[in-house]
């Protein structure tokens, strides 16, 4: 069965890190453009950070600019979310996006806490 599976959030104080992960079962991330999204309570879902399917192009949110890095290692199968500097509006499930096409993939999401 063709997933993603995200892990990896948790609760954290603030200026903690967190990092989340993202697989991919019963298919190939590395021809896939990688996004990672959150969706907080009562809010839509934004756009974090995105890696082009080679890894050398990277766009993150200016919210979240000098903070946060997206990452992959395609022979892994895996995409990355590392997070610094947290602050309590980071809270949100975060999702990972694949995209190809009109081949589009979405992880179940991970909760993110930010909190003292």
């Known amino acids: 069965q063709v997933q993603l599976v995200e892990s990896g959030g948790g609760l954290v104080q603030p200026g903690g890190s967190l990092r989340l992960s993202c697989a991919a079962s019963?298919?190939?991330?590395?021809?896939?453009?990688m996004s990672w999204y959150r969706q907080a309570p009562g809010k839509e879902r934004e756009l974090v950070a995105t890696?082009?399917?080679?890894?050398?192009?990277?766009n993150v949110a200016d919210s979240v600019k000098d903070r946060f890095t997206i990452s992959r290692d395609n022979p892994k199968n895996m995409v990355y979310l590392q997070m610094n500097s947290l602050k309590p509006e980071d809270t949100a499930v975060y999702y990972c996006?694949?995209?190809?096409?009109?081949?589009?993939?979405w992880g179940q999401g991970t909760q993110v806490t930010v909190s003292s």
């Open positions: 996006k694949a995209a190809w096409g009109f081949q589009v993939y």
């Open positions: 019963e298919f190939t991330l590395s021809r896939y453009v």
């Open positions: 890696i082009s399917s080679s890894g050398t192009s990277t």
